[in-house]
């Protein structure tokens, strides 16, 4: 059974920075690509980065795009999210997600990541 526990979330201020990580259990984690999701009150999830595999492509929403970095730790079965100038409508429950395939590049569809985590949530003040 895959686990994806999710931690670093809390409450900054506009132009902070914040790192969320995700610790992976249940299967062999460096096999498969990893992403971050969000989802803000009112609103439907949505994609924000992904990391293949091996960690040689990344992903990024347009609105996170030159803010936010993902990266993976394979020896540390672990994916970070470095969330650097952050705006409030940054603020969201942010959620690990663990694709089904392995040796995959990654995807930003979430229909493609069978795995989730409880989530996070990152609130952002003006």
């Known amino acids: 059974q895959v686990q994806l526990v999710e931690s670093g979330g809390g409450l900054v201020q506009a132009g902070a920075s914040l790192r969320l990580s995700c610790a992976a259990s249940g299967r062999t984690f460096s096999r498969y690509a990893m992403g971050w999701f969000r989802q803000a009150p009112g609103k439907e999830r949505e994609f924000v980065a992904a990391i293949s595999w091996r960690g040689d492509r990344r992903y990024y929403a347009d609105s996170v795009k030159g803010r936010f970095t993902i990266s993976r730790d394979n020896a540390k079965n672990t994916v970070y999210l470095q969330m650097n100038s952050l705006k409030p409508e940054d603020t969201a429950v942010y959620y690990c997600?663990?694709?089904?395939?392995?040796?995959?590049?990654?995807?930003?569809?979430?229909?493609?990541?069978?795995?989730w985590g409880q989530g996070t949530q990152v609130t952002v003040s003006s």
């Open positions: 997600a663990a694709t089904g395939t392995p040796y995959d590049s990654g995807t930003y569809s979430e229909n493609e990541y069978p795995y």
